[in-house]
């Protein structure tokens, strides 16, 4: 039985109630959210070292961060420093995106030191050998594509985007439609160019019951990829996204009758103003299922900064109820991240995730701590509670260069400091 | 006749055709709004090398940037690098802070190198020559404080920020309500701490009429403060924040009656879902003036990263109707900032203000731009498109090293790029 079929039996499940342990609710919301698709625990069943993490409604909202080689930066130590500093971000779950090297060694070796959940996009390793066989011809060979599914959930893979609504009424949509930066989505892209060439429907789709197979077979979460998503604001909110949202609503509804742990990728880039519809959409259409987004990015002019421009859509659409904020890091459409861009594009994420729980989980306590420690100039509480500890590392050594008295005076007042002013007002 | 007295009488001045030719309005809307106090164009009449710059209604909002010494740390050379990073990344505006050193030096200093208006906290000056005098005890000295903003008037200022609504009606809130942080505007903690002890009535609000004289005369611009803004989440939207509006909007009227430009200072810190409010209750209580935002930071947690915090509640505040966005840089809550702060700070608030002014002034020119760019893998566009040029140097740099075709190729998606694939796919 997968857990969703548990559920719905009414039995609650250890992770299920690690879960709601952690998140300070009762085992019984948990199961009930499971049963009915709004919340999901990604765990392969073959995975040893996970823990059990839950995503979707009510809950604190997640941050994924993406790693994974390339042709030209293959290099598995590489890797694993940016696992390292993903977790010591913060860093909810991590897809492996590697389309360069020894790709199921770079997973494996990433599977074996990760505890939080992996995803993992097959297609890219489909894709990669297919190209490395063909001279260049991109096939989509579906029988390899699900032997390449099978085999990484084999390896433990917790979720899989796997990109099942880009069907042929969604790509006629697209023809339709005079879209600026056309499909931005690599799985996305490489699906559709197949498809206009050959006429034929999407595998993943046709085949989308061979699919749950192996994903109820392992306990394989799927993650509805949303090759469609808008590569711009000049493309936000148009019809060929939405049509694609609607199938992927669909086969959310048959994911979740046939026991699999089912969520829906969004968007990508998209003005201020249309974010909160988005995800109200997304909620209606896909029936509560939990919403993973990526950014979204506000606006397109700051490459080296998509870190913040994702971090203002990312906390605009988790108030409105997103999920799970897939990380972007500040080399966003610059190149690669580096371990560095890694570390600020978790935090950010994390800031806009933890700026919109204050609201939805209605949970000040964490700033409400930290503001009292900054309040009494308790810089040994203030690195405790912050959400980077090590951005206290000069402060304190700037203080321990002082003495006495001085220890304690903020360093950015020094001897006019708001607060201690308004500490005499009070006494 | 000040720039309001003008506005009222008809008269559209040189600056008026400036802001509405940069603004892409009609110099009449520019007129009106500046007769009816929704827009302000600072601008002391004795600056010469001053760019004629409006903030307010229907306007592109604005971003400033906070400069200036502490005891500490007062080298002349640090701030005029603070500044020329401040100019090249963007700020509409600059204030100079200065609590170190020769504080009027600096000022001139600044003053003669800066093309946007400068602005100060007269207050500062004061209380740093006080305390060197008295040796530590700060009274609130009515008179030098008012010979403090006439010299600084004469220097050049182009707009001051005066605590004017502290009054002890708004400190009779501060006593009725617990709050976690208590005063944190060092001006504010400072009127504050004079009035408690004395029981006398803010100066600043008793001799509003000398101030407007003042300003009247040298064409300076009036940013009420907030010295009562919250200084954490849980202090947010508040009683005294309020009773302070409140009072700053019935100073702001009596100031457009004198023809005296006028904006009004905000949070600080606010929870996501009480910005929009805040913007829509500062416009209706003070008449439309327009809104000078310190922020706002939405959450309390993340010292080191405050230019994203601040950059997720700006950008929300913009949108609502914010017009004018004091940056906040990583080391807000830690030290004083370093150059590469200060940049980081000014472009942060920058993508906010952009990001709220696609949605505000309808306006996706610069992103379709840019995500046409993008999509032709033209680098060069790019690099003159980005908000930060700079960030392009490493992928030029990547591109040059290889050779012939694969120039175009995306330094990120590698052979597969998806850009390209959909490119093939319209053909």
């Known amino acids: 039985m997968t857990i969703i079929e548990k559920a719905r039996k009414g039995i609650v499940t250890n992770e299920m109630k690690k879960v709601a342990a952690v998140e300070g609710v009762t085992p019984e919301f948990i199961r009930n959210e499971i049963a009915g698709g709004r919340i999901i625990i990604p765990k392969n069943k073959l995975r040893k070292n996970v823990e ?41 779950a991590v897809m492996d995106l590697s389309t360069g090297g020894d790709i199921r060694a770079i997973r494996k070796a990433i599977l074996a030191e990760c505890p939080k959940p992996l995803g993992t996009v097959p297609i890219y390793e ?5 190209s490395a066989k063909c001279g260049g011809r991109l096939d989509l060979d579906a029988e390899y594509l699900f032997e390449v599914i099978e085999q990484q959930a084999e390896d433990g893979v917790d ?47 046709e085949n989308f019951d061979r699919l749950l197979k192996i994903c109820k ?44 742990q ?16 988005n995800v109200r959409l997304q909620k209606s259409v896909c029936n509560g299922a939990p919403y993973y987004v990526l950014g979204p ?74 503001s009292k420690a900054r309040k009494a100039l308790d810089w040994d509480a203030q690195e405790k509670l912050g959400i980077d500890p090590s951005k206290f590392d000069l402060v304190k050594k700037t203080l321990k260069s002082k003495k006495g008295k001085k220890d304690k005076t903020c360093s950015m007042c020094g001897e006019f400091c708001a607060m201690e002013i308004s500490d005499k007002l009070t006494e």
């Open 52 to 92: 059990a993490g839950g995503i979707g409604n009510k809950l604190r909202t997640k941050v994924n961060a993406n790693i994974g080689t390339s042709k030209d930066k293959n290099s598995l130590k590489l890797e694993m420093k940016k696992l390292r500093v993903s977790l010591e971000a913060g860093a909810d």
């Open 126 to 130: 489909m894709f990669v050998t297919a």
């Open 159 to 205: 979720f899989m985007t796997v990109h099942c609504g880009l069907t042929q009424t969604a790509l006629e949509r697209i023809r339709k439609t005079k879209r600026l930066t056309g499909i931005v989505s690599r799985g996305g892209a490489f699906v559709a160019a197949w498809m206009t060439r050959t006429g034929r429907e999407n595998p993943l789709y």
């Open 217 to 260: 077979k392992y306990e394989v979460a799927i993650s509805l990829g949303d090759g469609l998503r808008p590569g711009c604001l000049a493309d936000a909110s148009d019809r060929p996204m939405v049509q694609e949202m609607i199938i992927l609503g669909e086969l959310a509804q048959k994911s979740l009758e046939e026991g699999v």
């Open 262 to 277: 089912t969520i829906i990728e969004g968007p990508g880039h998209m003005p201020l103003d249309e974010i909160a519809s």
């Open 297 to 370: 990015l506000v606006t397109d002019v700051a490459p080296g900064y998509d870190h913040i421009t994702s971090a203002i859509g990312g906390a605009i659409a988790a108030w409105a109820g997103a999920d799970f904020l897939c990380y972007v890091t500040p080399s966003e459409h610059l190149g690669l991240p580096e371990p560095e861009d890694v570390r600020n594009g978790v935090i950010a994420a994390r800031i806009a995730a933890h700026a919109a729980d204050i609201v939805k989980l209605s949970d000040r306590s964490w700033d409400a701590n930290m």
